[in-house]
């Protein structure tokens, strides 16, 4: 049965635009109609951009037609989180406090996947500032999972990802701070890579937690996630803490295989909670790596169980700092009052969720007189020893694995009241961001218990990309995953 357009991934779909077989307009009209489909069940998009995407395959086209030579994505659909902002167009990070911001800049990361030639489908839901691990604290309501309506797609980039998991896009962009993007790739079934912190500009990124946040991937094969970094990575002089290292070709050694890689499972993981049936897809994982040639061993990671205490100190911290801007003055919500000092009280109560109100006011409290050192101080102090930890690992093995997260994806409203419980979904992941590495979440399957996708997570060393993208690559072909979620069948 022949495919529908938006049923082919990146590079087979740029592959064909500069093979004269389509136009970026046809491939871009496919995914728009896929949208209108899908759409109003999924709930991926906060602000839809047809329109201009539709202006941005033209614009492809003609230049193809002038004889310009395109990227190796160019006309292939994309979409935005959105709390990457956009010249002209709505960024709201999901929060009712910028329910009409409309930025006058673009980041660095918009505007290179811009100049890379993908048109622009629209910006997606996401929790209220990245602030979330289901996108049900989206102020403007919650996304679903394309394998489950019922079931949540994770967070914060869920919108990124069930997009790219239902059709609606071909590749995305998310942010990740502690898993955000690896534990809704895991959970929708697609691939999402955390990149090197500095390696992608935040420039243009609304901030949630400076030290940890970074751009990366959501798409459906390793492939499209190597050339959609290759895009986006590269120093910029607009970010402080963007490194200036050259960018390698991370797709130039895809197909190397990974005989002799040393592989380490990470010890602490079988102890974290991790589902039965996470454990069996992960170990079905693990064998096939070592049919692949891999010599794959147990790692101790002795700090890895703190991860989330430190995790929820430090970010909220940070949060509470970056938050302080929306006080209703420069941009953004105003809840007008007698003084200045009510109408920023009234202006944030409204503005901000219960989430993110939660999270300000933790890391508030971490932050004051008297609890700096007992705390905050003290979760760098041993988020120092975390990557340490990571620093001996590496010394024998070349990248670690673990699940992507230890439950396939819940139901809905299953975890909203219990917040430890919501934030232990992220137990997996928020380790590497702490140890500022790389890290992928691959598909490995569907549970046995309830159909839903597993993820495997690859981990490496701060520019270790190369060889993740290799042994990410080496996997996904030969598990040779090709399950599509329920919605895929409408039409």
């Given at each position: ?306 991860g989330i205490d430190i995790y929820y100190l430090i970010a909220p911290s940070e949060a509470s700092s970056n938050l302080a801007r929306y006080e209703g003055v420069r941009f953004g919500l105003r809840i007008d009052a007698p003084d200045v000092l009510s109408m920023n009280s009234r ?145």
């Amino acid at each position: 049965m022949t495919k529908k357009l938006w049923e082919h991934t990146g590079h087979e779909l740029a592959g064909m635009v500069a093979a004269g077989d389509v136009s970026a307009v046809e491939v871009t009209d496919s995914v728009i109609v896929r949208m209108e489909q899908v759409e109003p069940d999924v709930h991926a998009y906060l602000t839809p951009t047809a329109e201009r995407a539709r202006a941005d395959a033209r614009r492809i086209d003609h230049a193809k037609a002038a004889g310009e030579r395109l990227g190796p994505l160019a006309g292939v659909p994309m979409t935005l989180k959105d709390i990457i902002c956009t010249e002209g167009v709505r960024t709201s990070a999901a929060s009712k406090i910028l329910q009409n911001y409309i930025p006058p800049y673009s980041a660095t990361v918009a505007e290179r996947m811009a100049a890379a030639g993908l048109p622009l489908l629209g910006k997606t839901n996401l929790d209220e500032f990245a602030m979330g691990s289901s996108t049900e604290n989206s102020a403007y309501g919650p996304t679903c999972n394309p394998w489950d309506l019922g079931r949540v797609p994770g967070g914060s980039s869920g919108g990124s990802a069930a997009a790219v998991a239902a059709g609606q896009a071909v590749v995305g962009l998310g942010t990740d701070t502690g898993g955000s993007i690896r534990q809704p790739a895991g959970l929708c079934g697609v691939v999402g890579l955390k990149p090197t912190y500095g390696l992608v500009s935040r420039y243009g990124l609304i901030a949630f937690a400076s030290s940890l946040d970074q751009a990366g991937p959501i798409t459906r094969d390793v492939r499209d996630a190597a050339l959609v970094l290759q895009t986006i990575a590269g120093h910029d002089p607009k970010d402080s803490t963007s490194l200036p290292n050259p960018v390698p070709d991370y797709s130039a050694k895809l197909d190397e295989g990974i005989d002799g890689l040393k592989i380490g499972v990470v010890k602490q993981i079988s102890l974290q909670g991790v589902s039965e049936a996470v454990q069996t897809r992960f170990r079905e994982a693990v064998s096939i790596l070592e049919k692949l040639g891999a010599q794959v061993g147990e790692v101790s990671l002795p700090t890895f169980d703190y991860g989330i205490d430190i995790y929820y100190l430090i970010a909220p911290s940070e949060a509470s700092s970056n938050l302080a801007r929306y006080e209703g003055v420069r941009f953004g919500l105003r809840i007008d009052a007698p003084d200045v000092l009510s109408m920023n009280s009234r202006t944030r109560a409204a503005g901000f969720g219960a989430e993110v109100k939660r999270r300000i006011m933790l890391g508030t409290y971490c932050l004051s007189a008297g609890y700096y050192d007992a705390y905050y101080l003290k979760a760098q102090k041993a988020r120092t020893l975390i990557r340490e930890d990571f620093d001996r690992a590496y010394k024998d093995f070349d990248l670690l694995i673990s699940p992507s997260s230890p439950t396939t994806a819940f139901a809905m409203g299953e975890k909203l009241q219990d917040p430890l419980t919501m934030y232990l979904s992220d137990v997996c992941n928020v380790p590497t961001s702490l140890a500022g590495a790389a890290a992928m979440s691959v598909p490995c399957g569907v549970s046995d218990e309830d159909g839903m996708p597993v993820g495997i997570q690859f981990m490496v060393p701060a520019l270790g990309e190369v060889t993740m993208l290799k042994a990410a690559y080496a996997f996904e072909q030969e598990l040779a995953f090709d399950a599509k979620p329920p919605i895929w069948s409408a039409s």
